[in-house]
């Protein structure tokens, strides 16, 4: 079964930086695209970033450009998201997403940007 | 950067059938955009219900299908249940870079 757990959202001043981590189990995750998808209240889902299988290629939407690096550990199974900068707007449920058969959604983290 | 739209809302009778279709302003929709459909009910992450124009995962009912249509995605409804009363959000890939629609609110009733 395809699981994805996301961890390290919270509160963080504007200006502030996070670390997302992304846990992924039950499927080959070397394999896969990986995305970062967030979703702020109220709002629908908006992609954030993806990298391909082996880090090679790598592609941001233009709002988090210069702020955020998403990275991948193959070994770890596990996917990343350095955000820098941050911004009220950047405030959202951030999930990640595989592609493909391993396209399963986890329940997210909270990113609360606040002074 | 391109833009997906979706119908705002659809409403279905129960037992109906809908098509919520998934278009690209920079023109038809192919093979090469993977698009992709969730869906999603309030308080509940999105889930994935149709990956590369039409493929299924384990957990996607049989009354869902993935098409092309009319040089749009489509997503088909077929014998509509009240528990798919839901939003619907589909995405398109452009070189890499990942677009989502607006959705589609679907009411059944």
Not at chain 1, 81 to 110: F, I, P
Not at chain 2, 65 to 89: F, I, N, P, R, V
Request: hydrophobic share 35%; glycine share 12%; aromatic share 10%.
């Amino acid at each position: 079964e395809v699981q994805l757990a996301e961890s390290g959202g919270g509160l963080v001043q504007p200006g502030g930086s996070l670390r997302l981590s992304c846990l992924a189990s039950g499927f080959t995750f070397s394999t896969y695209w990986m995305s970062w998808v967030r979703q702020a209240p109220g709002k629908g889902p908006e992609w954030v970033a993806n990298i391909k299988e082996d880090g090679s290629e790598i592609h941001y939407v233009d709002s988090v450009k210069g702020r955020f690096t998403i990275s991948r550990d193959n070994a770890k199974n596990s996917l990343y998201l350095h955000m820098n900068s941050l911004r009220a707007e950047d405030t959202a449920v951030y999930y990640c997403l595989g592609s493909g058969s391993s396209s399963a959604w986890g329940q997210g983290t909270l990113v609360t940007v606040s002074p | 950067q391109a833009v997906v739209t979706q119908e705002p809302s659809l409403t279905v009778s129960p037992g109906g059938t809908v098509t919520l279709t998934c278009g690209s302003s920079t023109g038809a929709v192919t093979s090469g955009h993977y698009p992709y459909w969730f869906q999603q009910k309030p308080g509940q992450a999105p889930r994935t219900l149709i990956y590369d124009i039409s493929n299924k995962h384990s957990w996607t009912p049989a009354r869902f299908s993935g098409s092309l249509l009319g040089g749009k995605a489509a997503l088909t409804l077929s014998g509509a249940q009240s528990e798919d009363e839901a939003e619907y959000y589909c995405h398109l890939v452009y070189s890499g870079v990942v677009v989502f629609g607006g959705g589609t609110k679907l009411t059944v009733l």
